[in-house]
């Protein structure tokens, strides 16, 4: 065929030259590291919408009382609780809409991750932090509140789980910071 070079047994094959402006897509790939994002994944696609919607379902029952009734529809339990403990009202209405805002946010920040938005990954700590100072809080100010004994274990292990889940997203997104770049 004229115009196609012919292959020759033993003979070398030249690559067409490239102008000296257009990098190869190896020095495209070489500059970025190559680091899997399959907890990004289950992260943005998962984990902060669970997340988000459990932080509001359960600022809407602490913000409602709903977590006295213990299954029973009525608000006698409730009703009985809050009259004992008049400041715990008070106290459920703040921590359940400070719940609620924080779920909300959580979502936002989702979204943030998932566009790859600068600083989205502070915001999934800040919220994170802001979530576990959070529990503890109110875990600690119902107890001196009713002068209510609590077995530790169930406490500690979810704080245990949300600090282990906490250092995971630290490590996995701080060395994937160079990803988030978009404004």
């Not at 909300?104 to 989205?120: C, Y």
Request: net charge positive; charged share 20%.
């Amino acid at each position: 065929m004229a115009g196609e070079p012919q292959y020759r047994p033993g003979a070398t094959v030249s690559k067409p030259n490239r102008p000296a402006s257009q990098p190869s897509q190896r020095d495209k790939t070489e500059n970025k590291p190559n680091l899997p994002l399959n907890w990004f994944k289950f992260v943005i696609y998962f984990g902060m919408w669970a997340w988000g919607f459990v932080s509001i379902a359960s600022g809407v029952i602490v913000f409602t009382g709903r977590h006295y009734n213990l299954g029973d529809p009525s608000r006698a339990m409730t009703d009985l609780i809050y009259e004992a403990f008049p400041r715990l009202s008070t106290f459920d209405h703040a921590f359940g809409a400070g719940m609620i805002i924080v779920g909300v946010m959580l979502i936002v920040t989702r979204f943030k991750l998932a566009a790859f938005r600068e600083k989205g990954y502070d915001d999934l700590f800040t919220w994170s932090a802001l979530y576990l100072v959070a529990e503890g809080g109110y875990v600690g100010s119902l107890l001196s509140l009713t002068n209510a004994s609590v077995e530790p274990e169930g406490i500690l292990g979810m704080i245990f789980v949300l600090v282990i889940f906490g250092a995971m997203n630290v490590i996995y997104f701080k060395r994937r910071k160079q990803l988030f770049n978009k404004k």
